[in-house]
């Protein structure tokens, strides 16, 4: 197996990113070390270009980021831990794969309808090819499984159909690239806004309070939960009694998804009771839960030279790893090299 997964440096590191991906990248990396394989996870630099953006803020928030993954539980002996822009191969295989890629297939990226929104002539030629470039990301490894939240599905379909098509255009009836299987987990692959239970918790919704920072202290992550935007009913007693109270079933999803336990075994405790009740307890266990993190964070990130030896080797190792395939996808395509 060999897992793959990337985090853009656009800020902090927030609980969506923490509950649908990165926990998984923990549990993935410690797997492949009593089952073999390799872990390549990595901060996409490149990606944080497609958007309006201050480049000494990039800098420091690659450095921020590498930081609070390690303080995550990602071992750099362990996994493969590096930035997009020290592995100059994901910018190559990218414009190898911007020849199989469809005009058609991009336009249809709801990520790039977003993000892109009514502006379409003024975005960048970038935000319109990232799925491109996070394709070129997974399929330079040949990785097996991608660990992401419920946004990327998409671009990892787009992943395959891009390995699917280069594949039978040039494979000459060999696989260049192997197809990713998306690995989503069941109960947190999309945590909502605090303050709108219809979008997604984001790092860039312009309200703090609308996130959990892994970085928030305990202050500021029960004021965050008392004023997270709710209705007034007490809670239901079953999973089925949410439908229609977005704000209520992400709370109670937050929970069980930190409690490691499901939404009926959290409605079975707190079924009947008002969020009065729910709010503080819910603000205990996140900053239980995140508290540890907090502290190796606050440890490692001013620790420049660490974490730049430590991304530093990381380019390395991933370097060598992807060093065969891009040289088959040269060759596959006939240039001259
Ligand atoms: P990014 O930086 O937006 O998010 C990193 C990871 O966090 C997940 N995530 C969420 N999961 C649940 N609820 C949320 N509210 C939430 N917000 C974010 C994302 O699904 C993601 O797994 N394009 C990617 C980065 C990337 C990548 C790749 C990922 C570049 N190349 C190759 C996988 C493979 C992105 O912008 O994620």
């Known amino acids: 197996m060999r897992v793959v997964s990337g985090i853009q440096p656009t800020g902090n590191l927030h609980l969506g990113n923490y509950l649908g991906a990165i926990r998984n990248w923990v549990a993935m990396q410690d797997r492949m070390a ?42 750099s002996d362990k996994s493969i831990l590096f930035n997009q822009t020290q592995v100059p191969a994901h910018a190559q295989l990218q ?28 975005a960048s030629i970038a935000l319109f090819t ?13 990785a097996t499984h991608v660990p992401v939240g419920d946004d990327q599905k998409q671009h990892l379909e787009l992943a395959r159909d891009i390995a699917q098509k280069f594949n039978s255009d040039f494979g000459k009836g060999e696989d260049i690239f192997t197809l990713p299987e998306p690995i989503i ?39 965050k939960i008392r004023k997270a935007k709710t209705d007034a009913e007490p809670l239901p007693g079953d999973k089925d009694g949410l439908v229609g109270r977005p704000e209520a079933e992400n709370l109670v999803g937050i929970f069980a998804a930190l409690a490691g336990s499901d939404v009926n075994a959290v409605l079975a405790q707190f079924g009947g009771q008002g969020f009065g009740a729910f709010k503080p307890a819910l603000g205990e266990l996140l900053v239980a839960k995140l508290a540890p993190i907090n502290e190796r964070f606050n440890a490692l990130r001013n620790d420049t030279a660490a974490i730049d030896a430590a991304l530093r080797k990381g380019a390395e190792r991933a370097t060598a790893l992807a060093t065969p395939t891009l040289d088959a996808a040269y060759a596959a395509l006939g240039l001259l090299r």
Request: charged share 20%; aromatic share 6%.
């Open 185 to 223: 987990p069941a109960g947190a692959a999309r945590i909502m806004s605090l303050r709108n239970g219809a979008a997604k918790m984001s790092k860039s919704d312009p309200s703090d309070m609308s996130r959990i920072n892994l970085t928030d202290d305990a202050d500021t992550i029960m004021v």
């Open 95 to 122: 414009w190898l794969l911007n020849g199989t890629a469809r005009m058609g297939w991009l336009n249809r990226m709801t990520q790039w309808k977003d993000k892109a929104g009514k502006n379409r002539e003024g």
């Open 34 to 75: 009593s089952e073999g394989g390799e872990c390549l996870f990595f901060l996409a630099d490149l990606h944080a270009i497609s958007m309006p953006h201050d480049p000494a803020e990039l800098t420091a928030n690659t450095r921020e980021m590498a930081a609070a993954l390690i303080a995550c539980g990602i071992d």
């Open 130 to 142: 990232y799925p491109v470039l996070q394709a070129a990301d997974v399929l330079l490894y040949q």
